[in-house]
């Protein structure tokens, strides 16, 4: 009974001195609507989510090839920065207990002792011994949600920190497939250079032949020899290249540098590519989307925090235990003994320090409200980035190729014709054929590998990566 007279007579001045305005401490933050943006994103999240869309696909769906699925799966399992992420995760999952916990009352127990003895006179008694087991209880009642807000705060950047590790992993499984592919591709250049090379290479033993033949001069041997060197130089800027995509490679996957075995020949085969009617749908679903959201749940929760600062705390305590002193008088044997109290704490001057937290707390939501409409609209760029570059690359691929079989026949035409001593055919039609069907092969040969990396990048970029 007098318990509940303690904690009845607190409350009820608590409850006094309050305001209507504390209601909002209890809200849960809501995905703000107060620009179109943020309308449309938060109208796109009430939507169904469409399993067959290109960003939403798991990645063994979308990677097939073996060798590649299993290089993700070793950069997945070791990879530095995923496993860092997933451990903010752990290290947030800890915070968000502890703040669930705080609506537990604290318990310690301080047993202790002391003894003391007076010497008025050489036959002074013996020590007096006196001691104490202490049980101290003291509960925080969160009457204006201050550790309500920390909670739900807490529960926020957790999710936030499961979006994060997200996000890393999209990024590790783009990054392993782009340099899978950029590897493929160097090899591939690395093929047609050397071929071509070794071409030159008779070129320049052709022209020696046609000069002792009396067909060309000394010029014409002089030029094929000097296009040959600069395919050889351009040959170990490719090697130089590969060597550092080797080493890239290595690093998304948690392994000291080595030379990976990537077949030149590979190609990315995507399903097909269903995207939804409206972008903000995709956008949605994005990770890093998301986590700018959960940061601005984070700044809410932050500035309700700082509002509950202005309202009064209320603390019950409790102290009991087992003792042998009362007072001054020490007696054997000890009692048992009981405190209860109730504590009401209402902030009236602070050094301005309630007020400034909540101004910077307020600031801060703007911060995170700013932030993540930035968020949005760059994710909205890097989509049409990627799905240009697609589309473009598929449409200069079959330009190249046109022009690859054109300048290949042009390089059989001219060197007929040269061979033939046909007046109106020079040694330098030769080395131009020649020239525009390495430069365009070379083209080809990166116009795939935009495809490939712009379809990775559109995977990612709609989410892609689970």
């Not at 509940?4 to 809501?30: D, F, R």
């Not at 769906?61 to 995923?82: K, M, R, W």
Request: with cysteine; hydrophobic share 45%.
């Amino acid at each position: 009974m007098k318990l509940n007279k303690i904690i009845l007579l607190p409350a009820a001045t608590v409850l006094l001195l309050s305001t209507l305005g504390s209601c909002n401490l209890y809200k849960k933050y809501e995905t703000p609507s107060d620009t179109a943006l943020l309308a449309q994103y938060k109208e796109a999240q009430e939507a169904e989510i469409d399993s067959l869309a290109f960003g939403n696909l798991q990645w063994q769906s979308v990677f097939t090839d073996p060798i590649l699925a299993g290089l993700i799966d070793q950069a997945l399992a070791n990879n530095i920065n995923y496993r860092n992420a997933k451990l903010n995760i752990d290290i947030a999952h800890a915070q968000l207990k502890g703040a669930r916990l705080s609506y537990l009352p604290s318990v310690a127990l301080a047993p202790n002792g002391a003894g003391s003895k007076f010497f008025t006179s050489p036959s002074s008694g013996p020590m007096n011994w006196s001691y104490q087991i202490p049980l101290s209880v003291s509960w925080e009642i969160d009457v204006f949600g201050k550790l309500l807000n920390s909670k739900r705060g807490a529960q926020a950047a957790y999710e936030q920190s499961e979006d994060y590790a997200r996000a890393v992993r999209s990024q590790i499984i783009g990054g392993v497939a782009n340099t899978y592919y950029a590897i493929a591709a160097i090899e591939s250049q690395l093929a047609v250079s050397r071929s071509t090379a070794a071409i030159w290479k008779e070129s320049v033993q052709t022209m020696k032949d046609l000069k002792e033949g009396g067909t060309v001069n000394e010029v014409a041997v002089v030029q094929s020899e000097a296009q040959y060197y600069g395919i050889l130089a351009s040959i170990t800027d490719l090697e130089v290249s590969l060597d550092e995509l080797n080493n890239t490679l290595s690093l998304l996957i948690g392994v000291m540098p080595q030379k990976w075995e990537i077949p030149a020949d590979a190609v990315l085969t995507m399903p097909a590519i269903i995207r939804s009617s409206v972008p903000m749908y995709e956008l949605a679903l994005r990770p890093d989307v998301a986590a700018a959201e959960r940061n601005m749940a984070v700044a809410y929760y932050a500035t309700n925090s700082a509002r509950a600062a202005f309202y009064p705390g209320l603390n019950i305590t409790a102290n009991g235990g087992f003792t042998n002193l009362l007072g001054s008088m020490v007696t054997n044997p000890g009692n048992f003994f009981i405190n209860l109290a109730g504590s009401l704490t209402i902030p009236l001057f602070s050094r301005g320090q309630n007020i400034a937290r909540l101004e910077a707390a307020k600031a801060q939501q703007q911060q995170a409200m700013n932030t993540f409409e930035q968020t949005l609209m760059s994710a909205s760029a890097e989509v049409s980035d990627a799905m240009t570059l697609y589309e473009k690359s598929v449409e200069k691929q079959q330009h190249l190729a046109l022009q690859a079989e054109k300048l290949a026949l042009a390089v059989d035409y001219t060197q007929e014709l040269l061979r033939l001593g046909s007046y109106n055919t020079t040694y330098l039609d030769v080395l131009t054929a020649q020239q525009g069907l390495l430069s365009a092969q070379i083209s080809g040969i990166s116009a795939r590998l935009n495809e490939a990396q712009a379809l990775i990048n559109l995977y990612q970029s709609l989410g892609g990566g689970r």
